[in-house]
């Protein structure tokens, strides 16, 4: 019986030397004596950096305003005589834009146009005869004190008077009305918008760390939902203080509308320059690879890919301004940098620049 396991034993030994036998013959087959390993050289894309020129811009949300907007309302109540305005139409500073009936106010004018005539006339006979003391200081005070008083009800009437008139404040466009000649109104019924639209206000906010960046003056851009067309605007007030809320500055800007292509109320996509740079350093957002305390990018060095812990600025819609890190003549790698590690052999194919 153990004849049996030692002979089994003999056969297992020799098969597993035969084995071993065949792996280093094969192993010394593919690799020569004095051969060296094949190394793996990734093929990326590069870009070699130049100084370019950026213009750094803060894109933002507006709304446009007219520059000027009131509600028509009479300052006395009263029947509609008239309606002297078209609907939607441009009126100028001081046209007549509509006539309450005065006829009452008329004829209180006129008594007391005649009251103040008898009153100045009792006034300068009792003027007359204070001079020749036939009556006292006191009787001349009373007869003084019933004229001021009859010019005084006259001039308020008059007031009252000039009130059934209602005149354009400035010069705009006037919207749909809510009245008819004949309609009875007050000062609480509206009338009618007024709307100045040859300029319009555009009122935005910017956030909180571009607050010391901001000045009246500054000439921005914007485009409508509506339209690609894109129109300017300087601002010309800026709020004193942060909203506490938003952490936002709000400013206000004034844009031109003489084609009447523009409407208030409407949204605004606004750019806001900051500043504009001459040496910037522009690489492609792909280049960049996010890390714990930033990000970093990858450069060639002696044909090996080395990464670099940068610091970043702003951003175009396909680029990243570097702040640090990097240099003008370095080359870049801007493909398959996620599959790239520090010291990887890299082929690099520039990308063509102009």
Do not use: W
């Not at 297992?12 to 051969?35: D, E, M, Q, T």
């Not at 007030?237 to 400013?251: F, G, K």
């Amino acid at each position: 019986m153990k004849k049996r396991y030692i002979i089994i034993a003999i056969i297992i030994c020799g098969i597993i030397a035969l084995i071993a036998n065949r792996i280093s013959v094969n192993s010394k087959a593919s690799s020569p004596k004095g051969a060296q390993r094949t190394v793996t050289v990734m093929s990326v894309e590069g870009k070699v950096l130049q100084a370019e020129k950026f213009a750094e811009n803060l894109t933002l949300s507006g709304t446009l305003e007219a520059n000027e907007e009131i509600e028509i309302r009479s300052e006395i109540s009263g029947i509609v005589e008239s309606i002297n305005f078209e609907e939607g139409k441009k009126v100028s500073k001081g046209q007549i834009l509509f006539k309450v009936n005065d006829i009452e106010l008329r004829a209180q004018l006129s008594q007391v146009k005649t009251a103040q005539q008898l009153a100045s006339e009792n006034q300068r006979r009792a003027k007359l005869l204070l001079d020749k003391q036939a009556i006292s200081q006191e009787e001349f005070d009373v007869s003084n004190a019933d004229f001021e008083s009859a010019r005084a009800q006259a001039d308020l009437i008059a007031a009252q008077l000039s009130k059934t008139t209602v005149r354009a404040p400035f010069s705009g466009t006037i919207g749909l009305r809510a009245i008819s000649k004949g309609t009875y109104v007050t000062p609480s019924t509206p009338i009618a918008k007024l709307v100045n639209t040859s300029q319009l206000k555009l009122t935005f906010a910017v956030p909180e760390k571009y607050v010391s960046r901001m000045k009246v003056g500054t000439i921005l851009t914007f485009t409508t939902s509506n339209s690609k067309v894109e129109h300017t605007a300087k601002i010309y007030a800026i709020e004193p203080q942060v909203d506490v809320a938003s952490r936002t500055l709000r400013m206000r800007a004034i844009a031109e509308n003489r084609e009447d292509k523009l409407y208030p109320g409407a949204f605004a996509n606004v750019t806001l320059p900051l500043e504009t740079v001459n040496n910037a350093l522009l690489v492609p957002t792909e280049a960049l690879i996010p890390i714990q305390n930033g990000k970093k990018i990858f450069v060639m060095d002696n044909g090996k890919a080395k990464e670099i812990e940068v610091e970043t600025g702003a951003r175009t819609d396909s680029e990243v301004r570097v702040l640090s890190g990097i240099k003008v003549g370095d080359t870049i790698l801007t493909s398959g940098v996620m599959s790239l590690r520090n010291g990887t052999p890299v082929k690099v194919n520039l990308k063509n620049q102009s």
